[in-house]
């Protein structure tokens, strides 16, 4: 059974950090392409970085300098490691799993395991 749960959530002031972990189980995490989304409140849900099994990245434009995405394949786990936060990162924080070893696309249709989601609330 495969499973994806999020976890390292929580509230912060602008400016401050989180790490996000996504521990996997039930399949081959290591050749799957990793990605974090998130939604909003009243938004759509939008990717947010990815990373393909050789750790090459991708990220949106929105954190990009400010977001690491990682992996330890040894622990089947991924990070989001969120730095410098805005009140316009507040969102549920979803990781999922995609069966290719790259990762070219946000549109979630092509993910096929999704975690339950950990909220993230920044004030200003």
């Known amino acids: 059974q495969v499973q994806l749960v999020e976890s390292g959530g929580g509230s912060v002031q602008a400016g401050g950090s989180l790490r996000l972990s996504c521990a996997a189980s039930?399949?081959?995490?290591?050749?799957?392409?990793m990605t974090w989304f998130r939604q909003a409140p009243g938004k759509e849900r939008e990717g947010v970085a990815a990373?393909?099994?050789?750790?090459?990245?991708m990220y949106a434009g929105s954190v990009k300098g400010r977001f690491t995405i990682s992996r330890d394949n040894a622990k089947n786990t991924l990070y989001l490691q969120m730095n410098s936060l805005k009140p316009e990162d507040t969102a549920m924080y979803y990781c999922a799993a995609k069966d290719t070893n790259y990762c070219n696309t946000w549109d979630e249709r092509a993910y096929n395991y999704w975690g339950q989601g950990t909220q993230v609330t920044v004030s200003s």
């Open positions: 990373i393909d099994s050789r750790d090459g990245t």
């Open positions: 039930g399949y081959t995490y290591k050749r799957y392409c």
